[in-house]
């Protein structure tokens, strides 16, 4: 039995765990511009190495057994009649409607176009221009810009590469001083020049920088891994801006509706639920929203559930690889500073397959 109608609007880590959550009891839409799930997770990898380059695709089309994927782009929510209106101008109808559109991240885990074919092509220039690179400057000392700066050691050991970050510390955002110290030693044995306290900005002229005391830094090639923005610029065109935050995420309560609206909810890295943007807490609100959904469409029965209320995540396991064969993993200590354990535990969990057997198994697919 199939109760209410369920549209979710973005098939990343949140919305693809929800839908899949909801197929058995729901008729589920899932709605997505693009044709193919994107593992981000794997997306650094892949922007460095050509054997990774068609690893973070996994086709949508056996994550729903009764319910459909849609591809298209979301333009409007129409919420008195209850319908999605997407760009090709189709209405889908709604009982409950999940926001998942999740965030954009600089490139090379930004998926370009809206096919496979497309982000390849986007991914082998960037392995291109990487192969071809003298200096490769990369900008942002947290968990993405050291696995970039690593990734890019390991395949061109022949280059110059600079990691400047504008913070005190390495991966400061982990809480963890230790593990901070750990990154930087292994980049710098790995003659990756790290530059702490340095804002950088593009200088005057063409592969130029500079920091903020106006030093000079030449390089042929930039990655700016310095924080993500939430995909919600179709909401405020569309009139929906009161439901954004000053940063642009989607304001939500405790049981992850959007403010005033009980048949709206938004998960993942497009709310403001917690700011610790990370696919563990994406897939936490999933399970949570999926559970308070099946709650609302039977509102009425007569063993009716009670909603059950987030409680953001502050803190949790974080593993940083460096390339397939090290990397650390920051585990969270109640009341301490958290303990940072090593490369074999790390290798295990996420540097050698970046989760990619999990995922395509939770997409109904083999791990291999």
């Known amino acids: 039995m199939h109760d209410g ?3 979710v609007i973005g098939g990343g ?3 693809v765990r929800l839908a899949k959550r909801l197929d058995a009891t729901a008729r589920v839409t899932l709605v997505d511009r693009k044709e193919i799930f994107f593992h981000r997770i794997a997306s650094l990898r892949a922007g460095v190495r050509p054997e ?6 996994i086709p949508y089309d056996r994550l729903l057994r009764h319910g459909r994927m849609v591809v298209g782009k979301a333009v409007r929510i129409e919420t008195d009649e209850r319908h999605v209106v997407l760009a090709t101008g189709e209405r889908l109808p709604y009982d409950a409607l999940v926001i998942a559109t999740g965030a954009d991240y600089p490139e090379p885990a930004r998926f370009t ?3 496979a074919e497309e982000a390849v092509k986007s991914f082998a220039e960037h392995q291109r221009n990487i192969a071809a690179a003298r200096h490769v ?3 942002g000392g947290g968990p993405s810009g050291v696995e970039l700066s690593a990734e890019i050691r390991l395949a061109r050991p022949d280059a110059r590469i600079t990691l400047a970050h504008a913070g005190p510390a390495l991966l400061g955002t982990t809480g963890s001083a230790r593990a901070g110290r750990r990154a930087r030693t292994w980049l710098e044995s ?5 530059r702490l306290g340095c804002f950088m900005a593009p200088g005057n002229d063409f592969g130029t920088y500079r920091d903020a005391h106006g030093h000079i830094v030449e390089a042929d090639l930039s990655f700016w891994a310095t924080g993500i923005t939430p995909n919600t610029l179709w909401l405020r065109l569309a009139g929906h801006g009161a439901w954004l935050n000053a940063a642009g995420h989607v304001k939500v309560d405790r049981t992850l509706r959007v403010d005033g609206k009980p048949d709206v909810f938004a998960v993942g890295d497009v709310n403001d639920a917690t700011e610790l943007k990370i696919t563990p807490a994406a897939i936490v609100q999933a399970d949570l929203a999926a559970h308070n959904i099946r709650t609302y469409l039977n509102s009425s029965g007569r063993h009716r559930k009670e909603p059950r209320l987030y409680r953001p995540i502050h803190r949790s396991p974080i593993v940083v690889p460096f390339g397939p064969a090290d990397g650390l993993t920051v585990l969270p200590v109640p009341g301490g500073e958290a303990a940072v ?8 969990a996420k540097a050698k397959t970046l989760m990619t057997p999990y995922m395509r198994r939770q997409l109904g697919y083999t791990a291999t």
């Open 5 to 7: 109608d369920v549209v």
């Open 13 to 15: 880590y949140a919305g």
């Open 52 to 57: 990774w380059s068609v690893t973070p695709f």
């Open 113 to 115: 176009g809206t096919t």
């Open 137 to 139: 400057l990369v900008v």
């Open 190 to 194: 790995h003659d990756v020049e790290v």
């Open 341 to 348: 354990i090593g490369s074999r535990p790390s290798v295990r």
